[in-house]
């Protein structure tokens, strides 16, 4: 590449927060070389010689992970967009309910009645699109959320 190696383009595009799947393919590279930018990021480090199926694979694969991987962030927006369609008092509510604190508890604690904790349970449920709060605490637990009481 004229006017830029691969390690440098690798290290500013580290340096930018540019996340982009690298597979180096190179001739004149050494295992220190391949060490050294698959710590930095790198999907894979290629030498020359290779035939180009295995090129078109390893290509394919790292395709298929990034297709994955925006799935994934694209769920975990979906769930953080539906957690914010709660109103403050039950996000108040939801931690407890996941510490496993009962109908009863929460409300003393809260001091409100248990009918209208009953009440923010069901609406929290209905607009999560979940059937329990064990489905719920899954789904928080898959995105890493932690709620403090």
Known sequence: MPGINGIDLQAELNRRNIR??????????DIPMSVRVIKAGAADFL??????????????????????????????MQFMQTLNSLSAR????????????????????????????????????????????LELSSQCAAYNLLFKQ
Not at 52 to 74: F, N, P
Not at 96 to 111: R, W
């Open 20 to 29: 982009l799947p690298i597979i180096f393919l190179t001739s004149y590279g």
């Open 90 to 133: 039950e996000m108040e509510i939801l931690p407890m309910i996941l510490a496993g604190l009962s109908t009863k508890e929460v409300a003393n604690k809260l001091k409100i009645s248990s009918r209208t904790v009953e009440i923010h349970r069901t609406q929290i449920l209905k607009k999560t699109c979940t059937s329990s709060f």
């Open 47 to 76: 030498m020359k010689p290779i035939a180009i199926d295995k090129i078109i694979e390893r290509i394919q694969i790292e395709l298929e992970k990034t297709i994955k991987r925006h799935e994934s962030m694209k769920a975990e």
